[in-house]
């Protein structure tokens, strides 16, 4: 069964660092999500992307943000400049399509830890 | 107001006995998916079961099943016969027909134990 892959499992950088968190979604999916849990909190919306741009995005996902599809296959979240409070667990998820009744699918997360 | 309201922090389950996991929902639209997920202690996101608001019949999957009350905007979550393999954090989500994507939108989580 196809399913999410997310590289690093686990990353420890230092403040100030930039880091960049790879994905690779389901392959005829068309609709790919970040979102961000951090420790014993809920998980939130970080950003969506469709056809090659961003289509929304949260109060979260600020200038140090910045997501990209370089290539046919990855979906990669760039963080610039790492502050210790963008410690927490990332989730990469794709759909195959937009509307509400449709699952998301989730990869298994890269843990990321600022020092 | 809260999207997605989750009031139970943690509950506790004996072994093969069923539990209810509460989640209540606010929505203006009336196209919405809602789904649970399972977060075991290894982090990953694990989708239990999806009900959609036009459906009629109650969502089920092997021993999980959802009680959609869409009138009260209720969407709790039953578990029958529990295992201890089921304890984990368990996360409702409501996807809504809004943007070009329709993010999901997640509850804080119920922490469930399930004890011998």
């Known amino acids: 069964e196809p399913e999410v892959t997310q590289t690093p499992s686990h990353q420890v950088t230092q403040m100030g660092q930039e880091v960049i968190l790879r994905c690779v979604p389901i392959s005829n999916h068309l609709y790919f999500y970040w979102y961000r849990q951090i420790l014993g909190q809920k998980v939130e919306f970080l950003v969506s992307f469709y056809n090659n741009e961003i289509s929304e995005k949260s109060e979260i996902f600020d200038d140090q943000f910045s997501v990209e599809r370089p290539d046919g296959s990855n979906f990669t979240l760039k963080i610039r400049s790492t502050k210790l409070e963008d410690s927490a667990m990332y989730f990469c998820?794709?759909?195959?399509?937009?509307?509400?009744?449709?699952?998301?699918?989730f990869g298994p997360g890269t843990r990321l830890t600022v020092t | 107001a809260q999207k997605i309201t989750q009031t139970q922090p943690g509950m506790f389950v004996q072994e093969k006995e069923a539990v209810t996991l509460d989640c209540t929902y606010d929505t203006s639209d009336p196209s919405y998916g809602l789904f649970w997920y399972k977060q075991p202690s290894s982090g990953e996101m694990i989708f239990l079961i999806y009900q959609g608001s036009y459906d009629q019949q109650n969502a089920t999957e092997g021993r999980y099943s959802l009680n959609f009350q869409k009138a009260r905007k209720s969407a709790n979550l039953v578990i029958s016969a529990s295992q201890l393999g089921d304890s984990a954090m368990y996360f409702c989500a409501m996807r809504e027909n809004t943007g070009t994507a329709s993010k999901l939108t997640f509850g804080t989580g119920t922490r469930l134990q399930v004890t011998l």
């Open positions: 998820a794709s759909s195959p399509a937009s509307g509400a009744t449709y699952e998301q699918y």
